[in-house]
């Protein structure tokens, strides 16, 4: 099915155009997103041409990140020269690098630099509504499993509120069937009802952390308003409640959503697990990772996750058999350069000297850069001292993140020695880095509360 707009961005700003494709498809507008819409066993850059070729629109995610990106600049110009109708979205004060001022440096901008984002969002919609007119839903593609007997409606950019009932535009049947009418919207307040006490959060295991949800933008409070669209609208808009907003709680219910409405959706369920991982909840992401693999036996990202709860739960050799599958997949590790080095781990945990299956897979790695120095240590190429050298970033966000990963990988490598004090101090270290969503802060705290003899 053709699209009206296709959505480049970097990977780093994947949050931004998340909840850019959620406001879109609210709007009835049909969008293509990687790695959403890529389909299984199609190659990803066939993929790619083909959507551009097939949309009107193609809505760029601009900033440093996509000066950066070395596929953006490809995308922009296969745009270009098919006549598709660039919008610059700009979330950052920069201006383009040479590869992209020379498509884009005379298209009009949209700004979206200054909070709140969703303004910016629906002024992007309302430009896109003149290109591309949003159908009515009636007109639009039906979702897998239809929520009430109606067609579906368009839900709320996020933050805004629903507009009173009193201002609505009636269709002319209302004259006519007044009564029937009236009998849908009762069945379809009685189904909210019900649906928002299906939704409410579970409680997390005895002795797992449950932090408390965090307030919206602003201070406002996290509820919102009941959602109603198919099951890519509740999944992206679960990915901005979790990424944009921190609001764990309702991205769970928004994924909860989306699997009733398409429940064999391996996206939705690898988000809803990491969603629980990040709330500390391992049991319900290692159960959701589960069924990832059981949906989709290549994605490599659930093996990863499952192999290193494992790991943190002392299943080494689950551990080890996950991290291999996901070593050797035919997806691409570059989103998981560590996962050589958590083989090791669990290798090494498990009795097994993991050395030349270290060497071996830390051959994919840039050794120089981050992670290098981190495989290095554990191969006796490097030092406590130049690792921690090595974890400085000039951006705060990496450097903490980095030096997260490398309080714990430090922690690790003094336990392999016997030096228990210097490990409880590295992995207090990192944990006081405050990185909640690195693995490397989940696994010190799970060291730390590992009983030692």
């Not at 920069?94 to 298209?107: C, E, H, R, W």
């Not at 991290?323 to 997806?331: E, G, P, R, V, W």
């Amino acid at each position: 099915m053709a699209h009206d707009v296709f959505i480049s961005y970097a990977s780093k700003d994947k949050a931004v155009a998340n909840a850019a494709c959620a406001v879109l498809e609210q709007r009835n507008v049909r969008c293509w997103i990687a790695p959403r819409d890529v389909q299984p066993g199609q190659p990803y850059g066939e993929a790619i041409i083909d959507a551009i070729h097939d949309c009107r629109v193609m809505v760029l995610v601009f900033s440093s990140n996509a000066n950066a990106s070395g596929h953006i600049p490809k995308e922009v110009e296969r745009a270009v020269s098919r006549g598709v109708t660039i919008i610059p979205l700009r979330i950052e004060d920069v201006t383009p690098a040479k590869s992209l001022d020379y498509f884009i440096g005379s298209v009009h901008w949209l700004d979206a630099m200054t909070p709140p984002l969703e303004k910016h969002l629906a002024n992007l919609a309302d430009t896109i509504d003149k290109i591309v007119p949003g159908r009515p839903p009636s007109q639009s593609a039906a979702p897998a499993t239809p929520i009430t007997a109606e067609p579906p409606v368009a839900a709320p950019a996020p933050r805004l509120p629903a507009p009173p009932a009193e201002k609505r535009a009636f269709p002319q049947a209302w004259i006519y069937g007044g009564a029937a009418v009236v009998a849908v919207v009762l069945l379809g307040l009685l189904f909210w009802r019900g649906q928002r006490t299906d939704q409410g959060s579970q409680p997390s295991p005895p002795g797992e952390v449950k932090p408390e949800p965090s307030p919206g933008p602003s201070g406002e409070s996290a509820a919102i308003s009941p959602r109603l669209g198919n099951a890519d609208s509740f999944r992206n808009q679960g990915l901005y409640e979790r990424d944009k907003r921190q609001n764990y709680d309702q991205a769970i219910r928004d994924f909860d959503q989306a699997i009733r409405l398409q429940p064999n959706f391996p996206e939705a369920f690898a988000n809803r697990g990491d969603t629980y991982l990040w709330k500390s909840d391992f049991s319900r992401a290692a159960e959701d990772y589960d069924q990832v693999i059981r949906l989709d036996p290549q994605f490599a990202q659930a093996y990863h996750r499952r192999g290193v709860i494992r790991l943190l739960w002392g299943q080494y050799r689950p551990a080890e058999e996950d991290l291999n599958l996901a070593i050797h997949s035919n997806q691409p590790n570059s989103d998981r350069p560590f996962d050589p080095i958590w083989l090791y781990l669990a290798q090494i945990k498990n009795g097994q000297n993991g050395g030349d299956d270290l060497k071996a897979n830390a051959g994919n790695l840039n050794l120089a850069a981050w992670p290098g120095p981190v495989a290095k240590l554990f191969l006796g190429m490097a030092t406590a001292e130049s690792v921690l050298h090595a974890a400085q970033a000039s951006d705060k966000q990496s450097n903490n993140r980095q030096h997260c990963q490398a309080y714990f990988f430090l922690g690790e490598y003094a336990l392999f020695h016997g030096q228990r004090a210097a490990a409880t101090q590295f992995f207090q270290q990192a944990v006081a880095t405050g990185q909640t969503r690195q693995f490397a802060y989940l696994g010190a705290k799970a060291e730390l509360a590992r009983p030692r003899n």
